[in-house]
């Protein structure tokens, strides 16, 4: 590659790719010299560069994370998402499930052991979201059905509460009473959403409501028929 070293023992690094003859010419004390070439070429493959790219560096918790990898030169893809977890994908998708500044780390390689390393700079910051649990006393009875809701929410700072009963029926409480009336089955749902921009929406069971009035009366009328037989 056009370097020489006048040296016992040479260490050197190859800034470019491809095939090299290296050779060794020795000299003694009395002028005479021998030349000598290395039988095994040495072969020098192209490093891989590693890089990738996010959306966004601030996410929720337990929402979906995309890592586009935009590295040139490599086969392999080696991920360490900063929370003890791993992946080979080459463009994964990652939840992290708590809150907090996680440093990611890509590890990129080739067929020929060749690898690179990068390092995130800057963390990728995950907000607490609102962790959702909520019951219902009843789930079926006739109109007019008195139903309580409640609610428990890690993660609630300065949070706000949706419920969305169907009918067009919505509450904004904690932890509501309703009345249900119209008869039909209503499909409950809960979002609460944080300080931090985060919400969470849970599905409830379905509460049926039957109809508290009798159907309407039916007139049933009987007449006598006669036959004569001759």
């Excluded at 979002?191 to 109809?211: K, Q, R, Y």
Aim: proline letters at 7%; hydrophobic letters at 35%; a negative charge.
């Amino acid at each position: 590659d056009g370097y020489s070293a006048i040296t016992t023992d040479a260490s050197h690094t190859f800034n470019d790719t491809g095939t090299f003859i290296v050779t060794l010419v020795t000299h003694d004390t009395a002028g005479c010299s021998s030349y000598f070439e290395l039988p095994q070429r040495v072969k020098i493959h192209a490093t891989p560069v590693a890089d990738f790219s996010l959306p966004s560096a601030t996410g929720c918790m337990n929402n979906a994370y995309n890592f586009i990898n935009t590295s040139t030169g490599a086969d392999n893809a080696w991920w360490d998402f900063g929370d003890g977890s791993t992946s080979t994908d080459l463009n994964p998708s990652h939840i992290y499930q708590a809150p907090g500044n996680y440093y990611p780390t890509l590890i990129v390689s080739t067929q020929f052991g060749c690898s690179d390393t990068m390092h995130l700079s800057i963390p990728v910051q995950i907000l607490a979201t609102p962790q959702v649990t909520a019951t219902e006393t009843v789930t079926q009875g006739c109109s007019p059905l008195l139903t309580s809701f409640a609610s428990n929410v890690l993660f609630a700072d300065n949070a706000t509460w949706f419920w969305d009963f169907g009918f067009g029926l919505t509450s904004t409480q904690q932890n509501p009473t309703m009345t249900l009336t119209s008869p039909g089955i209503y499909n409950v749902t809960l979002t609460v959403t944080n300080a931090n921009g985060c919400g969470t929406m849970v599905n409830l069971p379905s509460i049926e409501v039957f109809d508290s009035l009798p159907p309407p009366e039916s007139k049933i009328r009987s007449e006598e028929h006669t036959s004569e037989l001759q």
